[in-house]
Each structure stands twice: as C-alpha cells, then as structure tokens.
C-alpha cells in the first residue's frame, strides 16, 4: 500500500529492480511479470495501461488487463474495494488515481479514492481470512 504511484522507486524497490530507477515502464512490467506481489494498491494507473487506452505506456501492454487474466481483482475506486469478499482471499490491485494519491486532508475533494487506512485496513482483512 502507498499513497504514491506504485512504480514510485521506493514503493517498487519491494518487486522491481530496473538499472534505472525511473524506468516507470520497465518498473510496472516487472510488477506483472515477477508475480511475487497479492495485494498492491495506491496510485499510477496510467503507468499500467497502453497510451491508446488513455495510459502512458507505449510498448502497447495493457498491464492491468494482463494482471486481470493473472487472477487479479481490478479496483479503482473505495466501493469497489470494499465490495471484495473476504472469504474469496483474491489477489487484489487497487489503482485509484493516475498519479499520487490524494492527502488525507484531500481524499473528499478526489472523490471515490481510499485513503491509506482504508487500504491498510482492507488489505489486512483480506489477508487474514
């Protein structure tokens, strides 16, 4: 969970090991590619999907379409997250923003996004089914 895009360097350094740490594509290949990771979620959607669907990748992989077919459960917003039954143990990637998350402070002005406790919280509920 991170409140930053999930290829921020720091947040990746956990599934991704690119030579250069700004290789935002590469970082978000490796997240799909490694299939180390159960549950992620934050920000940077648009580093998942190809720039003919609106994204910023342009190898033209739909990384979020291919997590899908991985077993994933796609969620982009706080009801849908909420929405996941905790007996099913899914395997989770919760992309709520194209860029950072909002601030705590923030989270009403950005609409349906989870805040980190609301994350953290899910993700440990759905964890310890």
Request: net charge negative.
């Amino acid at each position: 969970m991170t409140d930053t895009k999930l290829t921020d360097p720091t947040s990746a350094a956990f599934y991704a090991h690119p030579v250069e740490p700004n290789d935002i594509e590469k970082i978000a290949a490796e997240f799909v590619d490694g299939g180390k990771i159960d549950i992620a979620m934050g920000g940077g959607a648009s580093q998942f999907l190809p720039a003919t669907k609106g994204g910023e990748r342009q190898d033209r992989r739909d990384l979020l379409l291919e997590l899908r077919g991985n077993g994933f459960d796609i969620v982009h917003t706080r009801a849908e997250l909420e929405a996941i039954p905790a007996w099913r143990r899914p395997k989770l990637f919760g992309a709520f923003n194209d860029a950072e998350l909002a601030f705590a402070n923030q989270v009403e002005e950005r609409g349906q996004q989870p805040n980190l406790s609301d994350m953290v919280r899910r993700a440990i509920q759905l964890l310890q089914y």
